[in-house]
C-alpha cells in the first residue's frame, strides 16, 4: 500500500461504508498477517488481550509488522478498567482501541479522555504514530492528525449496554460499537422476560438507536454463513475470525 490503511478507516467508519476486519493473533508474523490479509482483502486486522496472552513486546512487533503492510491495527485490552492505560497501549503502535464489556459512561469518558490528544482528549504526549514517521509532523500536527483518523471501540456485552448503545455512541470521540454475543447471552439467560429476548432483537434495538449517527455497529463473525446474515441485516461491518481462514 502506498498510504497506510488508516487514514482512510476512520472516514469510511464514519460513512457507514462496508468494511471487514479479520482478528488474528498478536504472535502472527509479516508474512502470516499478509497471507491472511490477501486471502479476503480485509480492511484492518484486530488482535486481543482480554482472552488471549499478552506482553508489550509482541504488541511492538505485531504493529511493525502490520505497519509495514500498510494494515490498521485495532486491539483489544485486557479490561475495562484499564481504560486509564489507552495512551501507553497506543503508544505500542495500533490505531485502534478496543474496550471490552462497556457499561457506564464515566468508561466511556475515560476512554475518550486516554485516547485523543489535548485538547480532545488528555492523552499524554509520546510521539506520532511511527507509520506517520515519514510525514516529519511537529507535535502539533501529528496531534491534529490522530485526533482525526484514531478510532476508538466501545464493546457492549449486556442488555444495560444494549438500551443505552445510543448514549454511549452518541459521545463524540466514539467511532465503533462492537457486539459481545456470547457474554450477552449469559444476561439474555438471566432475564428471560425482558422485551429483547434474542441476540438478533437486541441488534436490530442498537441499528435503531444508532441509525441516526455517525457511530457503526461492528459485529464479530465465527464462520461465512454469519457473515453474510449480518450484511443482509444491514450491518456494514463484520470483524471475522482468522479460524475462519486457517
Known amino acids: 500500500m502506498s498510504q497506510h490503511g488508516s487514514y482512510k478507516l476512520k472516514r469510511r467508519i464514519k460513512n457507514k461504508e462496508q468494511i471487514i476486519g479479520i482478528s488474528i493473533p498478536m504472535t502472527s508474523t509479516v508474512d502470516e498477517i499478509e497471507r491472511f490479509v490477501n486471502k479476503g482483502n480485509f480492511d484492518f486486522i484486530s488482535t486481543d ?3 488471549s496472552a499478552f506482553n508489550e513486546e509482541t504488541l511492538v512487533a505485531f504493529c ?15 479490561n475495562t478498567k484499564l481504560t486509564y492505560l489507552i495512551g501507553n497501549f497506543l503508544d505500542l503502535g495500533p490505531s485502534g482501541i478496543e474496550v471490552p464489556q462497556v457499561e457506564n459512561l464515566s468508561t466511556v469518558i475515560d476512554a475518550i479522555d486516554n485516547f485523543y490528544f489535548p485538547q480532545k482528549g488528555k492523552r499524554s504526549w509520546g510521539g506520532p504514530p511511527k507509520f506517520l514517521s515519514e510525514k516529519n509532523l511537529d507535535r502539533l500536527e501529528a496531534a491534529k492528525w490522530w485526533n482525526s483518523h484514531g478510532v476508538l471501540w466501545m464493546q457492549i456485552e449486556s442488555l444495560n449496554a ?7 455512541g452518541n459521545l463524540e470521540g466514539i467511532d465503533v460499537i462492537s457486539w459481545g454475543p456470547n457474554d450477552l447471552a449469559f444476561d439474555l439467560e438471566a432475564n428471560p422476560n425482558h422485551p429483547l429476548k434474542t441476540d438478533e432483537d437486541c441488534l436490530k434495538h442498537v ?7 455517525d457511530t457503526q455497529l461492528c459485529v464479530r463473525s465465527f464462520n461465512l454463513n454469519d457473515k453474510q446474515r449480518y450484511l443482509d441485516m444491514g450491518i456494514n461491518m463484520v470483524l471475522e475470525s482468522g479460524l475462519i481462514y486457517k
Open 207 to 213: 441499528q435503531k438507536l444508532l441509525s441516526k449517527s
Open 64 to 78: 511493525e509488522n502490520a505497519n509495514k503492510l500498510g494494515i490498521p491495527v485495532n486491539f483489544r485490552i485486557k
Open 49 to 51: 488481550s482480554q482472552h
Open 162 to 168: 444494549v438500551i443505552s448503545a445510543d448514549k454511549i
